[in-house]
């Protein structure tokens, strides 16, 4: 395949490397010193080389100061969840009191609907993508439960035009307008797990204002991914996980975003526990709860220390390299992998189903094929490539900024132009 020369790829790592160093990249067994070529990183991000000696600090506090760690060490564990808003709060485009790490993904999604999602006779709908991850799907259909609703006339899912993979802001908008009066809390992905699609945060957020509802995200493949400005947009609460593109490894602390508007309203009913209370009064062990400020004001339990451990390795990482410059090579990288999945689709039995504008994705591009799980076996069998499968017919190709290089992208396309069937 003379559209893609090996050398170009090459040349191209050479211009606009990767920081591919700073991560434990899986080798390709039996393949002499080879390593995959890994387009996963949007369900588990690699090992950043600083996570094991993070994790190791904590280790050696627990074991050297036991229940004093909390307070003494050069990383007092009580401060342990404060310590990451920063970084987070950059990640998010958020003030750092909007933001917080706790939990796992859809727990805050409940945490945070048992606050957002208060549905009253007439305003009770949730609006979320027909193509939501399932887990939202059965998050929003049980808070309807949990209110005595039937999720059936509750939970409103947005269709893609007929032929279409994608959302269209436009008719997002329109479907809202339809809706006017009826909606309680509009809850979409900021960039789709399927295709890969990045919604228009701020203008669906402003529609769902406009007819009097509440907008909450799901930001699991777009933290990390794309450039994020949660407070100005307006966006009322937003949850996600890290172990994806912010690579705090496999069941990570996820993360919350609570809009500065609400995150002082001490009124707004939610599913408290003592480490939401506020810490000048929380060891005083009394009944009342007096919540915190800001998006802190919605943990319960203890932080998970030692979980946090490579979340903050990690987020060290992206601190040094900036959203800015990271979107750049993405937007670079992707762009050179979707030029490689033309010339192999044009051949090929395949389609690109995530949209061709760079300012309507991340840097996924998922690919509707034959046979997708077979597929993604012997990519990986034969070729070293590692990309996922969603069933039925996709599969999803996610170069990472931080860790995934030109060849890799060369080594996909070569690899899927060997195996998928001709047209
Ligand atoms: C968009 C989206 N929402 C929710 C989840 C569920 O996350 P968790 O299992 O961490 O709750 C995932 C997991 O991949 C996801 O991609």
């Not at 369900?43 to 904590?58: F, K, T, V």
């Not at 009066?181 to 990045?198: D, I, M, S």
Request: hydrophobic letters at 45%; charged letters at 20%.
């Amino acid at each position: 395949m003379d559209a893609f020369a090996e050398s170009d790829a090459l040349a191209r790592e050479a211009a606009d490397p990767s920081r591919r160093a700073e991560f434990l990249i899986p080798p390709w067994p039996g393949h002499d010193g080879a390593q995959w070529a890994y387009f996963a990183g949007n369900s588990l991000g690699l090992q950043p080389r600083g996570a094991a000696a993070a994790i190791d600090e904590e280790l050696a506090a627990w074991g050297e100061l036991a229940v004093e760690g909390w307070f003494e060490g050069a990383r007092p564990w009580i401060s342990s969840a404060d310590d990451l808003r920063p970084s987070l709060a950059r990640l998010a485009g958020a003030e750092v009191e909007e933001v917080v790490a706790m939990n796992t993904l859809t727990v805050n999604l409940h945490l945070l609907m048992a606050t957002f999602y208060r549905p009253t006779a007439e305003r009770f709908r949730i609006v979320i993508e027909d193509a939501a991850f399932p887990s939202d799907s059965h998050a929003v259909a049980s808070q309807a439960v949990h209110h005595g609703l039937d999720p059936a006339s509750a939970v409103v899912r947005l269709r893609p035009r007929v032929g279409e993979a994608a959302l269209r802001t436009q008719d997002v908008v329109a479907e809202l307008e339809r809706l006017r009066g009826e909606v309680a809390l509009v809850l979409l992905g900021g960039v789709n797990y399927l295709t890969g699609e990045l919604l228009e945060i701020r203008e669906i957020t402003a529609a769902a204002h406009d007819i009097g509802a509440v907008a909450g995200w799901d930001l699991a493949h777009a933290i990390g991914n794309v450039p994020l400005r949660l407070s100005e947009w307006g966006v009322d609460w937003a949850a996600w996980c890290h172990y994806k593109y912010v690579n705090a490894g496999p069941g990570a602390p996820a993360g919350a975003f609570v809009h500065a508007r609400h995150a002082r309203d001490a009124s707004l009913p939610r599913l408290a526990g003592w480490w939401g209370n506020d810490p000048a009064t929380r060891f005083r062990m009394e009944p009342g709860f007096v919540p915190r400020p800001g998006a802190a004001g919605w943990q319960v339990s203890t932080p998970t220390v030692l979980a946090y451990a490579p979340l903050r390795a990690s987020l060290e990482l992206f601190d040094a390299v900036g959203m800015p410059a990271l979107r750049a090579r993405s937007i670079r990288l992707t762009g050179y992998l979707e030029s490689l999945l033309d010339v192999v689709v044009a051949e090929r039995g395949a389609r690109v189903i995530t949209p061709r504008e760079e300012e309507r994705r991340g840097c996924q591009l998922s690919l509707a094929v034959p046979r997708a799980r077979a597929l993604a076996a012997r990519l990986r069998a034969e070729h070293g490539v590692v990309c996922d499968v969603r069933e039925p017919d996709v599969v999803r190709f996610a170069p990472s900024p931080l860790y995934s290089s030109y060849y890799d992208c060369w080594r996909a396309a070569n690899a899927l132009h060997d195996l998928l069937p001709a047209r």
